[in-house]
């Protein structure tokens, strides 16, 4: 297992997160994609930090708050020591009925680390992160809200999650030019099939050194190797039960059927080589995995081993290229001559 930094925190997290969306669901959305109790969810995470894994992350609204309070007594019922794991959770969604009981205002904010500290067991958490973008609420009052958190010693560091690049760019403008606590990650959708951020997100993250969180690497189990063409999603699955995130399913066949002869090549599962992928992506820090059962999680943690070559590299990037799109299709053109000479060659 290898640790990268977290941003510019000077924390420093596993390439792989556990992910608790799987955690205490029983009806609704959260039943269709996992309904986990304890004993179980306890299991998967104590195979995880044997494994090295020390993050994890889950969000208020996994099973309406149940997720959190799995997640807080697994680790007092484990005897984890505070310092051994880097906890983050999440607010932004519906918590309640109430007119205020959602977004990211101030008062939401405030009122949702009081409740997650309550469930989680903790004095703190690691990394408090903006679950989506409010329409609602100036930037400004979130940027500040969460700087008070910081220095009350409720939240160590501040994240975002599902944001544009625009967004986050202006969010870390407003901590710079007012000195407060800026955000150190995103957390966003990015698979071999759904390679979307590398156009504005990526660059933003490599220029502002921001952290990367993925969610969701095996596209909502469309790149798990279990489906093709011939075989789709049928019956129980969780894609037709809830299918998310939205994905070009041919693109994802056409990755699948390359991935698929390099998995039998090293002799593991498509699954494993979707999430090596990503591992050996340089801006990624660390792939949220997700598990209903403990084979499911062994396979993911497996991936960790896996190094594809620089030509298994090349075969799925070719794939999975993303359509020239503009203004990138015009700095690949004019940028030309410039990167020419970054690279000490020849103008003629």
């Not at 997290?13 to 969810?41: P, R, Y």
């Not at 998967?44 to 208020?60: H, K, Q, R, W």
């Not at 699948?256 to 090293?266: E, G, K, Q, T």
């Not at 801006?283 to 059962?293: E, L």
Request: glycine share 10%.
């Amino acid at each position: 297992m290898r640790y990268n930094p977290l941003g510019r925190t000077g924390l420093f997290v596993s390439e792989l997160c556990l992910g608790t969306m799987t955690f205490g669901g029983s009806s609704g959305i959260w039943g269709k994609i996992g309904s986990l109790q304890q004993a179980d969810a306890e299991r998967l995470i104590a195979t995880s930090l044997e494994a090295g894994i020390n993050f994890i992350d889950t969000a208020d609204v996994y099973a309406d708050g149940v997720a959190e309070t799995i997640t807080g007594k697994a680790l007092r019922n484990l005897k984890v020591a505070r310092e051994d794991v880097v906890v983050a959770t999440k607010v932004f969604g519906e918590t309640g009925k109430g007119a205020n009981a959602r977004g990211a205002s101030r008062s939401h904010i405030l009122d949702g680390i009081r409740a997650s500290l309550k469930r989680l067991q903790l004095d703190y958490v690691d990394l408090y992160q903006i679950h989506g973008f409010d329409p609602a609420t100036p930037i400004e009052q979130t940027v500040r809200a969460l700087d008070q958190l910081v220095r009350d010693g409720d939240v160590r560091y501040v994240g975002v999650s599902n944001w544009a690049a625009w967004q986050i760019v202006k969010a870390l403008g407003i901590a710079e030019r007012l000195g407060l606590s800026r955000f150190e990650s995103l957390q966003a959708y990015y698979t071999v099939a759904g390679r979307d951020l590398e156009r504005e997100l990526i660059p933003m993250l490599r220029s502002e050194g921001v952290g990367l969180m993925v969610w969701s690497p095996l596209a909502g189990g469309l790149l798990s190797g279990k489906y093709d063409r011939a075989q789709q999603a049928e019956g129980d699955s969780r894609r037709v039960i809830f299918d998310f995130p939205p994905v070009n399913k041919e693109r994802a066949w056409d990755c699948v059927d390359v991935m698929r002869p390099i998995a039998s090549a090293h002799g593991v599962s498509v699954a494993q080589v979707a999430l090596a992928w990503l591992l050996q992506q340089q801006q990624v820090t660390t792939v949220i995995i997700g598990a209903k059962h403990p084979d499911q999680l062994a396979d993911n943690i497996a991936a960790t081993q896996l190094v594809l070559s620089a030509e298994e590299l090349r075969s799925i990037d070719q794939v999975s290229r993303l359509p020239a799109e503009y203004p990138g299709w015009m700095f690949e053109r004019q940028g030309e001559y410039r990167r020419k000479q970054l690279a000490g060659s020849s103008l003629t």
